[in-house]
C-alpha cells in the first residue's frame, strides 16, 4: 500500500452532522490488514497428492523433530532461517509448509504469502499427516 493510499484511509470520508446533531466521522484504519493463511487438512493433501498434485511441502520444524519423522519429499528449511533462505523457494509453486501440529506452518505461511508466494498451511501438522495415515520416512 503506497503513501496515498495510507492517507486516504486516514482521512477516508468527510464527517456529516446526522439530525441528531451527534457527529458522524468514518472510522480510519491505520493498521496493516491480517493475511488470511489458507489451510489444509492432512486428508485433502493425502488426497491432492494422490491425485497427482504436488505441492511443495515445507517442513519448518527443527531438525531434532524432523528426524523423529517427516512427509517424503519434503524439504527441510528450519522456521528461523526461512528469512534468509527464501532465494531457494520456487515463486511459482502451490507450498504447502508442514510443522509439528500446524501453528508455526501457520506463521510461516503468513510470512511467505506477505512476500509474494503462494502458501498454505497444513492444520494439524505431522502429528494429524500420521493420525490421517499419511506416509512418514526416519532419518
Known amino acids: 500500500m503506497g503513501l496515498l493510499d495510507s492517507l486516504k484511509r486516514a482521512f477516508a470520508g468527510p464527517s456529516s452532522m446526522p439530525a441528531s446533531g451527534a457527529p458522524v466521522t468514518t472510522a480510519s484504519k491505520l493498521e496493516p490488514e491480517e493475511i488470511r493463511v489458507p489451510e489444509v487438512t492432512a486428508a485433502e493433501l493425502i488426497a491432492e497428492r494422490r491425485n497427482g498434485a504436488a505441492p511443495m511441502l ?3 520444524r ?5 528426524r523423529q519423522g517427516y512427509i517424503p519429499g519434503s524439504t527441510h528449511i528450519v522456521m528461523r532461517e526461512i528469512p534468509s533462505r527464501l532465494a531457494e523457494l520456487d515463486r511459482a509453486a502451490d507450498i504447502v509448509v508442514v510443522c509439528a501440529h500446524g501453528n508455526r506452518s501457520y506463521s510461516v505461511a503468513g510470512y511467505l504469502i506477505e512476500n509474494g508466494f503462494r502458501a498454505r498451511s497444513l ?4 502429528a494429524g499427516w500420521l493420525a490421517q495415515g499419511g506416509e512418514i520416512s526416519r532419518g
Open 58 to 60: 515445507l517442513d519448518c
Open 123 to 126: 492444520r494439524g501438522g505431522t
Open 62 to 66: 527443527e531438525n531434532y523433530e524432523r
